[in-house]
């Protein structure tokens, strides 16, 4: 059973636009969903995270929105750059516990 | 300060061989998870030390093992490979798992390809 899902699964955004990456996990008891950036070649990076009890978290062009009742969180990456082409990954957690990853989106951010 | 640190960054192995792999955490760090990823299955967690004690494990086959020494470096051991096992595995360092948020979650090394042929 896939805890996290992930969608869409590619996307493709002119530079200077919006990307957004939609995520749903199953478990309520998830209490850390973390987004992750992957280049080629690299492993995993941290890119920003939240918990259940708050709805909005803003980084810089980094925004993840959290829908608790929907159980369902999102990625939005603002003004997108060529340099932000990479994959993402949602993930979710219990305690900090192994966590569970979507099965990644790969963001191609055009010129 | 160093990252995590994988060693070999690939690995050409035959099927029905045995492979090890090693991790060594960023200094201070003593949880080491590992996570195989493939395209087909993404990012899957096989298991979690911390201070050499198996702390959690995933839902893979026996064939895969590993161990944690007192310096905090893991190794990873995969016996009787199949083509299946051709995937990136990953190995994720924390201070401790409470620490995760703190320290901005889990911080992961480059990978070590595998190739099963």
């Known amino acids: 059973q896939q805890q996290v899902k992930q969608s869409p699964q590619s996307l493709i955004v002119q530079k200077g636009g919006i990307s957004i990456i939609n995520c749903a996990y199953e478990?309520?008891?998830?209490?850390?969903f973390p987004w992750y950036q992957q280049f080629p070649g690299k492993g995993p990076a941290l890119l920003i995270a939240?918990?259940?009890?708050?709805s909005e978290k803003k980084e810089g062009r980094f925004t993840i929105s959290f829908n608790k009742s929907a159980k369902q969180f999102s990625l939005h990456i603002m003004d997108s750059q060529p340099g932000d082409s990479a994959t993402y990954f949602c993930?979710?957690?219990?305690?900090?516990?192994?966590?569970?990853f979507g099965s990644g989106t790969k963001l191609n951010v055009k010129p | 300060k160093a990252g995590v640190t994988q060693t070999p960054r690939y690995l050409i192995k035959t099927r029905g061989q045995q492979v090890t792999l090693s991790c060594s955490p960023i200094?201070?760090?003593?949880?080491v998870s590992w996570y195989q990823q493939t395209p087909g299955q993404g990012l899957q967690f096989l298991f979690e030390?911390?201070?050499?004690?198996?702390?959690n494990k995933g839902n893979f086959p026996g064939r895969f093992s590993g161990r944690q020494f007192s310096n905090s470096r893991s190794e990873m051991n995969v016996s009787t490979l199949e083509l299946g096992d051709s995937a990136l595995y990953l190995c994720?360092?924390?201070?401790?798992?409470?620490?995760?948020?703190?320290?901005?979650?889990?911080?992961f090394g480059s990978g070590t390809r595998l190739t099963v042929v």
């Open positions: 030390y911390f201070s050499e004690t198996q702390r």
């Open positions: 200094s201070g760090h003593r949880s």
């Open positions: 993930a979710a957690s219990r305690n900090f516990n192994k966590f569970y």
């Open positions: 939240i918990r259940p009890d708050v």
């Open positions: 994720a360092s924390s201070p401790l798992r409470r620490d995760r948020e703190a320290n901005y979650g889990y911080t």
């Open positions: 478990n309520t008891a998830f209490d850390y």
